[in-house]
């Protein structure tokens, strides 16, 4: 008899432009390929609702359920009606909970009763999580710390693909390319991460960044890119999908300079998984989350945010490279990929079914 299951996202994936857009796609697919039919819910309100009329229709049984919440609140009185049918039904529910963000006001964006209103929301999700749920999954342990469940609770980072590794050969370039692909901010790490390449290029080109990020960000921060966007040693590119794959070949390793904080230190960037797809060695700062996978993998280097220890962190890393190179090739192969994500969270749900 064939596995069924459910996997309830919260919200339309079909863009798949973003990190939070492409995990739950990853998942779907691994969870096929691992031999389950899947009865996905998922879009905008009457979307969700016409594929809720659709399970109510269903006299099957399903061995468990998969939910991938938005990072903003839950829209009660379709996703609650939903989720509670499930559990109605006796199936086991694991939730996927991926950001909080808004745990810290400092840097939550929304200001004044606006702000006051999404942190009721996110709260009574919570309460709603605890009710409902067999077991809840974080981006990291540091995370899910910060929570408290009687459920039991696992970390569930992110994953890579292993299609794409073959493309690039085991030797870095004659002049070494790294990218960095996300966002543009202080909190992201910009400044610095420019800084340290000008230092480093000052004289002459010893190394090449790609910088991938959306048009529109690049506009409204400008102010980074002054007086260096022309220099030979940085190209800007506003690509995604498709497009970014030649982007991803033509570079040696992945930069991940985000600011260290207390919320970054248990964040897990979707863009680590993506340069690991492509064989890419990580040049990341000491983020807590960030440092323990780097290392415990041997996956790259870790360093301090700041121009001089980053500094340091490539010139190893050119020096370095072949052996960086194949531990990842190898951790992806026996650990890191969406099918193995997709089988913890089928072995850890299976006690409950």
Request: with cysteine; glycine share 6%; proline share 4%.
């Amino acid at each position: 008899m064939k596995k069924k299951m459910i996997m309830f996202v919260t919200y339309d994936f079909s863009d798949q432009s973003s990190g939070s857009r492409v995990r739950p796609m990853k998942m779907y697919h691994a969870f096929k390929k691992l031999g389950y039919d899947v009865f996905l819910l998922s879009g905008d309100k009457q979307e969700k609702e016409n594929d809720f009329q659709r399970l109510k229709k269903t006299n099957e049984r399903f061995d468990f359920c998969y939910i991938e919440p938005s990072s903003y609140p839950m829209q009660p009185i379709i996703d609650y009606k939903i989720i509670s049918y499930i559990k109605k039904r006796n199936i086991p529910i694991g939730i996927f909970y991926r950001d909080a963000y808004w745990k810290f006001y400092n840097k939550f964006l929304i200001k004044g009763f606006k702000n006051l209103e999404l942190k009721i929301r996110y709260q009574i999700d919570l309460q709603f999580f605890k009710w409902v749920s067999s077991i809840m999954f974080f981006p990291s342990d540091e995370m899910a710390n910060y929570f408290t469940f009687k459920q039991p609770k696992f970390s569930l980072p992110p994953a890579a693909d292993i299609k794409n590794i073959t493309l690039k050969g085991e030797e870095i370039g004659t002049i070494p390319t790294a990218i960095y692909v996300g966002g543009i901010s202080k909190r992201y790490g910009t400044d610095m991460l420019l800084n340290t390449f000008n230092r480093i290029n000052k004289e002459r080109i010893r190394i090449k960044l790609i910088l991938v990020c959306r048009n529109r960000e690049y506009t409204e921060n400008a102010k980074f890119f002054s007086g260096i966007e022309r220099e030979g040693w940085l190209e800007i590119k506003h690509v995604q999908g498709e497009l970014l794959e030649s982007e991803y070949t033509d570079a040696d390793f992945g930069i991940i300079p985000i600011e260290k904080d207390e919320y970054n230190d248990f964040a897990v960037p979707v863009k680590l998984f993506e340069y690991l797809s492509y064989g890419l060695p990580i040049l990341s700062t000491n983020c807590t989350v960030l440092e323990k996978y780097i290392s415990t993998y041997n996956l790259g280097i870790v360093e301090e945010d700041n121009e001089i220890s980053f500094a340091k962190g490539i010139e190893y890393m050119i020096s370095n490279y072949d052996q960086y190179r194949a531990d990842v090739i190898s951790f992806v192969n026996t650990e890191g990929l969406w099918d193995h994500r997709a089988e913890k969270v089928i072995k850890l749900l299976s006690k409950y079914y």
